[in-house]
C-alpha cells in the first residue's frame, strides 16, 4: 500500500476507484452515505469500463500512457454509468508485479519495525530492495511479538502508474495490491468469518490469498482467462474471437468439446490447483491456527464465471468452491447494471471504490 504525500489538515473527499489491466480500465466509485439513513450496504454513485491496445503495457508497467489516457477519457466522457465526481484515485497493481509477505518480528519499538522488516524481506524477494518502493502494516500484535504484513512493488511500475494519473490530472492517493482490494471486498460477504481462500481470476494472472480475518497469505500463477481462450484456440482450431464465444458458453462444462477443453487447459489447471494446495499448506504450517482449517474457495474477477470451473476445483481439491458476485454487496442506486458476464471484472475496483479515506490519512 503506497500512499502519497498529503497536507497534515485533512479534510474527508469523495475518492473513485481505478483498476488498469492488461487492456481494459475500470473505474468505480461508491459510498457509504450518510449513517443516519436506512441504507444498508455502500451504494454506486458510477461505474464505467473501457479497453486499450496490448501494446500499452509491458509486464506490468504503462509504456504508452497516452493510449491508456485516450481510452480513459473516452470512458469518462461516454461509457459511464452514473458519475464520478471526483479526481482523487485509488489503483490497483496487478498481484503478480507485486512482492508481499506476513512476517513475524519479535517485540520491538515502533521505530525499529521498519528497519527489521526491510531486513526480514531482503532475504525472499528476488530485487533489489532499493528498486521497490516499500510499505508494510502491523496486522497483529502480542506480548512477545508483532505480525507485519509487507509489500513491495517495482519503482518503475508505480512511476508509470503515476505518470498516466497526471496525464489524466488524477490525485492518486493510494496504490495497493489487487489482493487487498480483493480482502477488503470480501470482508462483506456473510461468510467472512469462514477459513477461506480468495482466488481472483483475471485475464493475465490467477491471484490468490488465504484470507482469516485479513489476507494471511499470497500467491500467484501467471496464467488466467486468456490463457483459457488461447488454450481453447489452439485445441480446436478456431479463431480468437470463436475461442472466446466457446470458454464463456460451456467451458469446461458439457459440451460435444468438452473433453478436447479439459485436456487442454488441464496444465493450467494443474498450475493454479497446485498454487492453491502450496498456500493452503502454508497456512497450515505456518499458522496452525487450531480449529480454523481452511473451508472454501472463493472466486472472483473477470474468468471466474467459466462454466464448469468451480466444479473442477471442488472435484480436485475436496473443498467448497464458489463463486461471488461484488455487485451483491452494494446498493445500486437506481443505476443500471452490467450484464451477467461483465459483472465479474469490477471485483478489483468495487474492492478500491470503499477504500475509507479517513483510514489513508
Known amino acids: 500500500m503506497i500512499k502519497q504525500n498529503i497536507p497534515y489538515f485533512y479534510k474527508d473527499k469523495p475518492i473513485f476507484g481505478m483498476d488498469i489491466g492488461h487492456t481494459s480500465i475500470k473505474v468505480m466509485q461508491s459510498s457509504f452515505g450518510d449513517p443516519s439513513s436506512n441504507k444498508k450496504k455502500p451504494y454506486i454513485i458510477g461505474y464505467g469500463a473501457n479497453t486499450f491496445k496490448d501494446n500499452a503495457i509491458d509486464d506490468g508497467v504503462i509504456v504508452k500512457p497516452e493510449i491508456i489516457a485516450e481510452s480513459t477519457r473516452e470512458m469518462f466522457e461516454k461509457k459511464l454509468i452514473g458519475d464520478i465526481t471526483t479526481n482523487r484515485a485509488v489503483i490497483a497493481i496487478p498481484a503478480y508485479r507485486v512482492f508481499t509477505r506476513y512476517i513475524v ?48 512493488i517495482p519503482k518503475k511500475i508505480v512511476d508509470s502508474y503515476l505518470e498516466l494519473a497526471t496525464i489524466l490530472n488524477i490525485e492518486t492517493i493510494l496504490i495497493e495490491p489487487t489482493l487487498s482490494s480483493s480482502g477488503r471486498l470480501f470482508s462483506f460477504d456473510p461468510d467472512n468469518n469462514i477459513p477461506s481462500v480468495i482466488m481472483d481470476f483475471g485475464s493475465q494472472s490467477s491471484d490468490m490469498s488465504i484470507y482469516v480475518d485479513h489476507v494471511l497469505a499470497t500467491g500467484t500463477v501467471n496464467s488466467g482467462g486468456n490463457t483459457f481462450t488461447h488454450k481453447i484456440k489452439e485445441a480446436l482450431k478456431v479463431s480468437n474471437e470463436e ?86 454487496y452494494f446498493d445500486f442506486n437506481n443505476l443500471k447494471a452490467p450484464s451477467l458476464d461483465d459483472k465479474p471484472m469490477y471485483a478489483t475496483v468495487a474492492g478500491l471504490s470503499i477504500v475509507n479515506p479517513k483510514e489513508i490519512f
Open 105 to 152: 518480528l519479535p517485540k520491538l519499538k515502533p521505530s525499529e519495525i521498519e528497519d527489521a522488516t526491510k531486513l526480514e524481506v531482503e532475504q525472499y524477494i528476488p530485487s533489489p530492495i532499493d528498486e521497490l518502493y516499500v510499505d508494510y502494516e502491523i496486522a497483529k500484535e502480542s506480548a512477545d511479538q508483532t505480525e507485519v504484513f509487507f509489500v513491495g
Open 243 to 328: 475461442a472466446q464465444i466457446i470458454k464463456n458458453k460451456y467451458g469446461l462444462g458439457v459440451s460435444k468439446h468438452q473433453k478436447e477443453i479439459i485436456r487442454a487447459l488441464k496444465p493450467t489447471l494443474d498450475q493454479i490447483i497446485g498454487e492453491l494446495k502450496r498456500i493452503i499448506r502454508y497456512y497450515e504450517e505456518e499458522y496452525a491456527i487450531s480449529g480454523k482449517p481452511i473451508k472454501q474457495i472463493v472466486t472472483l474477477g473477470g474468468g471466474a464465471n467459466v462454466p464448469g470451473l468451480n466444479d473442477y476445483l471442488t472435484s480436485s481439491l475436496r473443498l467448497a468452491v464458489r463463486h461471488s458476485d461484488p455487485w451483491q
